[in-house]
């Protein structure tokens, strides 16, 4: 049985996160200020929901995608991985195709401009809508502490959510169907 994941980054900025609330007296609400970045190498595994992740405050590089890699090959060893990514400068250089050769890693990337396709993109929406959206967070360890909870309770805490999230439900357009 073949391990199937979807790969992406989320970069997620300590501020203010708007909400809604109808008053008829006005009301401040604290916000964080600065732009600290909490960045999230994630891995969604189709069948389990499970996302493995890599994390950092600076930059998802390469290097990230290939300890990705890596930390994949050595959680489901012996089982061919196949991973679903984006065409982002760091995930299709030399390096990381080297580097998922030589881990017997299968790549595929997705068409530019096409995040849709890529499921952990709503995975990245719905922990954004848990933990970010009229939320205030005292410090960025708080704030980076909150969001890797979320993450890693994703597949048993939020399993009803990501069940509905991450279906196979594919519609698949060929160019007859668009002219006609």
């Given at each position: ?29 604290k ?10 190498l ?7 929901k ?5 994390v ?6 390469s290097?990230?995608v ?18 679903i990514?984006?065409?982002a400068?760091?995930q299709?250089c ?25 499921l952990?993109?709503r ?12 939320a ?5 360890e ?7 909870n ?10 009803s ?20």
């Amino acid at each position: 049985m073949i391990e199937l994941f979807f790969l992406d980054a989320s970069h997620f900025v300590m501020g203010g996160f708007p909400g809604r609330v109808w008053s008829l007296v006005r009301k401040w609400v604290k916000t964080a200020c600065g732009r600290k970045r909490f960045n999230v190498l994630g891995a969604l595994n189709f069948v389990t929901k499970k996302v493995e992740t890599i994390v950092n405050t600076t930059y998802i590089t390469s290097t990230e995608v290939i300890a990705m890699l890596e930390k994949l090959t050595q959680e489901y060893v012996g089982k061919p991985i196949k991973i679903i990514l984006d065409n982002a400068r760091y995930q299709h250089c030399a390096a990381v195709i080297e580097a998922a050769e030589r881990l017997g890693v299968e790549l595929v990337f997705l068409p530019t401009y096409s995040p849709n396709l890529n499921l952990i993109e709503r995975v990245w929406k719905l922990v954004k809508s848990k933990v970010l959206n009229s939320a205030y967070h005292e410090t960025f360890e708080v704030f980076c502490q909150i969001i890797e909870n979320c993450v890693d309770s994703l597949h048993t805490k939020l399993a009803s959510e990501m069940k509905t999230l991450i279906t196979q439900n594919f519609r698949i357009v060929n160019e007859s169907d668009i002219i006609a």
